[in-house]
């Protein structure tokens, strides 16, 4: 990547959450956040901490990654949007749209574990993305 990118990865399984910023942080993350719910990743990027891209989890504990979707889109210039998780194709297109429809800018839903080659193929609509805006 050209220039670096920061990223805030919120999923309450640090056995999840651990391999995913280090495959990010090979592909050229400068900065890597992990949150273990929607309320510590929405503190962090109230904070006023930069954060290009989130990568969500559906299911957490507390708030659901739908809630921390529905809020993100409530936040003006909100950082772009990566969904990964353990659900079943038709819930993480379903979460698509739901994504969609709560303002928010989705990229890309994976599912749980996600692969290097998976992580190049988000970043690569991360890139064409900034670039078109």
Same mark, same amino acid.
């Given at each position: 990547?050209?220039? $670096?990118?920061?990223?805030?990865?919120?999923?309450?399984?640090?056995?999840?959450?651990?391999?995913?910023?280090?495959?990010?942080?090979?592909?050229?993350?400068?900065?890597?956040?992990?949150?273990?719910?929607?309320?510590?990743?929405?503190?962090?990027?109230?904070? $006023?901490?930069?954060?290009?891209?989130?990568?969500?989890?559906?299911?957490?504990? $507390?708030?659901?990654?739908?809630?921390?979707?529905?809020?993100?889109?409530?936040?003006?210039?909100?950082?772009?949007?990566?969904?990964?998780? $353990?659900?079943?194709?038709?819930?993480?297109?379903?979460?698509?749209?739901?994504?969609?429809?709560?303002?928010?800018?989705?990229?890309?839903?994976?599912?749980?574990?996600?692969?290097?080659?998976?992580?190049?193929?988000?970043?690569?609509?991360?890139?064409?993305?900034?670039?078109?805006?």
């Amino acid at each position: 990547m050209d220039s $670096g990118f920061s990223v805030l990865v919120v999923d309450d399984d640090v056995r999840q959450s651990a391999p995913l910023i280090a495959l990010l942080r090979a592909a050229g993350a400068t900065d890597a956040y992990s949150a273990e719910n929607a309320a510590a990743a929405l503190n962090l990027l109230k904070s $006023g901490t930069a954060v290009d891209l989130v990568v969500t989890d559906l299911e957490l504990s $507390g708030a659901s990654g739908y809630e921390l979707m529905e809020a993100l889109g409530e936040i003006e210039n909100a950082p772009l949007v990566a969904i990964v998780s $353990g659900a079943s194709a038709a819930d993480l297109d379903d979460a698509m749209v739901l994504a969609q429809a709560y303002g928010v800018k989705p990229l890309l839903a994976l599912r749980k574990p996600v692969l290097a080659a998976e992580i190049e193929t988000l970043l690569d609509l991360y890139r064409a993305r900034r670039a078109a805006s």
